[in-house]
């Protein structure tokens, strides 16, 4: 069974900031199938990132995805007051969907 | 444009049915494009994969809700519906419809209904 760990559990910063958030893999798997949500308060989850780096329709060119193998990163490079929710990882395997616990980013 | 939208009871019984249903509008559910699937968020466990269905059949559930899942497609009324059989208590979470787009080799959840709530309580 695949784990998915994101870290850190909650990331406070400040608007304009650089936000750097962390999913990690249990085993090896193809970047082609890890994939990031964003998740206001009262919202369903948007996909932001699918294939690890490419950013879904309509998402900002100030989020990025990065990453290979077990270590993956979503980068948000200028915070904007929109940004501040929940970010869940996901990965498809094995006929399965696993998402990771979330990161919290909020206002400092 | 797409859109989806859950309806079922809030409320159901431990060791009865939950059963759900997701309607589709702005687009058909027989396209051959997207999957359909359902996921659930509760406090304890955060996001969990239900399982998913294509519109001509083949669905699949996550193995960890040990055979309790049926999702269907009616393609006669665009939707597609969720039974999780013989509930408890840790069943209780809102309950999302998704559909599932591939991008270009995987599938991802692009399209997300609003969630319902279903609370498991006698």
């Known amino acids: 069974e695949i784990v998915l760990t994101q870290s850190p559990g909650t990331l406070s910063l400040s608007p304009g900031q650089r936000a750097t958030l962390s999913c990690r893999v249990s085993q090896s798997v193809s970047s082609d199938s890890l994939a990031w949500y964003q998740q206001k308060p009262g919202q369903a989850p948007r996909l932001l990132i699918y294939?690890?780096?490419s950013r879904a329709t309509g998402i900002p060119d100030r989020f990025s995805g990065s990453g290979s193998g077990t270590d993956f990163t979503l980068t948000i490079s200028r915070l904007e007051p929109e940004d501040f929710a929940v970010y869940y990882c996901?990965?498809?395997?094995?006929?399965?969907?696993?998402f990771g616990q979330g990161t919290k980013l909020e206002i400092k | 444009q797409f859109q989806l939208q859950e309806s079922g009871p809030g409320l159901v019984k431990p060791s009865e049915t939950l059963s759900l249903t997701c309607s589709a509008s702005g687009g058909s559910i027989t396209s051959s494009t997207f999957y359909w699937g359902w996921i659930r968020q509760s406090p304890g466990k955060g996001l969990e994969w239900i399982g998913s269905?294509?519109?001509?059949?083949?669905?699949f559930s996550n193995p960890s809700l040990k055979g309790r899942v049926t999702i269907s497609v009616d393609m006669s009324r665009n939707n597609f519906s969720l039974k999780l059989s013989s509930v408890t208590a840790s069943d209780t979470a809102v309950y999302y419809c998704v559909r599932i787009g591939r991008y270009p080799l995987y599938y991802y959840m692009d399209l997300w209904g609003k969630g319902t709530s279903v609370t498991v309580s006698s």
């Open positions: 996901q990965q498809y395997g094995s006929s399965l969907y696993t």
């Open positions: 269905t294509y519109y001509s059949g083949n669905a």
């Open positions: 294939g690890a780096s």
